[in-house]
């Protein structure tokens, strides 16, 4: 980058639209759609939706998704998730799946998406949750549920 640009200052990319710096920043090595992803929105105050492990893994299991990796998953989620909603939905899942959706022992007994949750191993719920309505689409219902996160 300094030998195109000169200097490692990123201030250019301010001129480019999303796809075009996910182009630009692929060419580097080490550099994935996760990091750029968190550029866009976290250094750029852009809507982009970062995936990382837990991120995937609970799209994975609640079958919003059915992938192998990180990346796919980001690639099948980028163009639904609803505009102005990526980084609330983000900041939640990732919390969510450190904290209730763990990849080892999940906390399934309080888990309020339990119903939904298509993950093979889950446990055995030993008390009723609340159900979640199945008239919503599934995104916009998983955008409703988690709570909005302030910048």
Known sequence: MKNNYGNLDL??????????????????DGIGVKTISCVLMFAMRRDAFPVDTH??????????????????????????????????LHS??????????KAKN???????LYSECGFIDKKVLPVKVQPVKKQETTISLYSKIFKPVSN
């Open 11 to 28: 201030s250019f990319l301010n001129e480019y639209d999303d796809e075009n710096i996910y182009k630009e920043l692929l060419k580097y």
């Open 55 to 88: 991120v995937h893994r609970v799209l994975n299991r609640l079958g919003i998704v059915k992938t192998n990796s990180a990346e796919k998953t980001f690639e099948k989620t980028k163009d639904i998730i609803p505009k102005g909603r990526k980084y609330e």
């Open 92 to 101: 939640n899942l990732i919390k969510f799946g450190r904290n209730i959706c």
């Open 106 to 112: 999940p906390l399934c007994g309080v888990c309020f």
